[in-house]
């Protein structure tokens, strides 16, 4: 079993900043690859980032250098740093952490973070 646990949401104005934290706990030795994904008020779940544990990312097309995501695998956290924030940032915020172990695929997700941006 594996845990995630988000935070570091919150309401920001536009133009501002925040940095998510994923911390993963239980079976953390399963995690090779963590996501943030976000979900807007009447919209599909949509993927932000991504990092493996050796550090390989990917950006969705629409935060290319507005969002960095960063892992401490020491600490069993992973970051997302949000700059530049627009309304249309606002979402809640999820983690994610698909396994496969001893034939059973598993995907984790945290319970999210509210992300709110004025205007």
């Known amino acids: 079993q594996v845990q995630l646990v988000e935070s570091g949401g919150g309401l920001v104005q536009a133009g501002g900043s925040l940095r998510l934290a994923c911390a993963a706990s239980?079976?953390?030795?399963?995690?090779?690859?963590v996501g943030w994904y976000r979900q807007a008020p009447g919209k599909q779940r949509e993927l932000v980032a991504s990092i493996t544990r050796g550090g390989n990312t990917n950006y969705a097309d629409s935060v290319k250098g507005q969002c960095t995501i960063s892992r401490d695998n020491a600490k069993n956290t992973v970051y997302l740093q949000m700059n530049s924030l627009k309304p249309e940032d606002t979402a809640v915020y999820y983690c994610?952490?698909?396994?496969?172990?001893?034939?059973?695929?598993?995907?984790?997700w945290g319970q999210g973070t509210q992300v709110t941006v004025s205007s």
């Open positions: 994610n952490a698909p396994t496969y172990y001893s034939d059973t695929y598993t995907v984790y």
């Open positions: 239980g079976s953390t030795f399963l995690i090779n690859t």
